[in-house]
């Protein structure tokens, strides 16, 4: 039992370092991106787009990184900014559907699938359930 508990202390120690490792840097990225206007820049060019989600501007930095890099480099840009509870969980929805598009693609294509087909659909998915959550969640605080 004694092995069991040191073993999974261990295993945490070593995961919490990998997400860290990740999340962290995204995070003082992000804040100086906002501390010298660089984030209100990006918000202001993506704030059409994003409209239609019901999201702020800035929150394409998340879905960017979210599919780009990965979940945790999301949620490292998603501490930086401030988001309600809705627009954390329009996120959520879509990221759930196109989260780290370069790997999961490369998984599937082994899987006999083809990207030509899984990559529109993912897209596709998360902006249609991106739309859909913006309007319901849209006068979530």
């Not at 501490?79 to 996120?91: C, E, H, K, P, R």
Request: no cysteine; aromatic share 8%; charged share 10%.
């Amino acid at each position: 039992m004694i092995n069991s508990i040191k073993s999974g202390f261990w295993t945490g120690v070593r995961t919490t370092g990998m997400l860290a490792r990740v999340i962290v840097p995204v995070y003082f990225i992000v804040a100086i991106l906002s501390r010298y206007g660089g984030l209100e820049q990006i918000a202001h060019f993506f704030e059409p787009v994003m409209h239609i989600f019901g999201l702020p501007g800035e929150a394409a930095l998340v879905l960017v990184l979210g599919n780009v890099v990965n979940l945790y480099a999301a949620l490292g840009a998603i501490v930086a900014i401030s988001l309600t509870s809705g627009q954390l969980t329009v996120l959520a929805l879509m990221l759930g559907f196109s989260h780290s598009l370069f790997v999961e693609s490369a998984v599937v294509k082994k899987t006999g699938v083809p990207i030509r087909v899984i990559l529109p659909l993912r897209l596709g998915m998360m902006i249609l359930v991106g739309m859909i959550a913006g309007q319901l969640t849209g006068g979530m605080a």
